[in-house]
């Protein structure tokens, strides 16, 4: 299931993609008639939407995402799913959170960075979900200090490469040829890019035996 602007894919495999996504927003027709014949399902979105802890900018936000959990639960009992799993722990939590008040699907989430980068509300989000995995210990940590979930409602699903096949390369200082970064990730302060400037310049600096010889 996905949120976003389906015209903006651009990748070869985007077509294939298209067909096998089912979009929650706009929400279907089916999606919103569920919102007048579950008077108290939406009445428990509502106080969850006007609960949470946060600003009223994120209320009025979380209020709006109603439909796409009434579009999500209508596609999956359409579907027979029983479960859904959230990459993110930002408004999908809360859209989540609130597909879970139908009582007759369950969720998970996964936890990628630090929970100020996702917002906030995340005991909210969190608390009812059947697990929140991380991909580091110190997320874990995090999650059950700020959120208070058990450590076995919190399991550790490490992100790693295969060292194998992605080994270290060097270079000579005296080097002419470029040094050349790709990266996959949004330029966001939470992705880490500051680390790998401050690599360059390492690489790019005189070490102190260099310094001395040049005395």
Known sequence: MCIRDRNKIKHDFARNAKDECHYVFPPSFFGLLKLFTSPRWLMKCIKYSLSIKCSLIEKLRTFAIIPSAADTIHFCKK??????????????????????L???????????????????????????????????????????????LPESKIPIIWMGVDLQKF??????NKSSEPLKLITVARLDKGKGHHYSLKACLLYTSPSPRDKRQSR
């Open 102 to 148: 139908e009582e007759s699907i369950t969720y998970s989430l996964t936890l990628h960075g630090g929970l100020k980068t996702y917002g906030s509300s995340h005991k909210e989000k969190m608390s009812n979900a059947t697990f929140v995995s991380t991909v580091t210990k110190p997320l874990q940590l995090e999650v059950m200090n700020e959120v208070g």
């Open 79 to 100: 579907n027979k799913i029983n479960h859904i799993h959230g990459h993110s722990c930002a408004n999908v939590a809360h859209m989540l959170a609130m597909v879970a």
């Open 167 to 172: 080994k270290q390369k060097t270079y000579s």
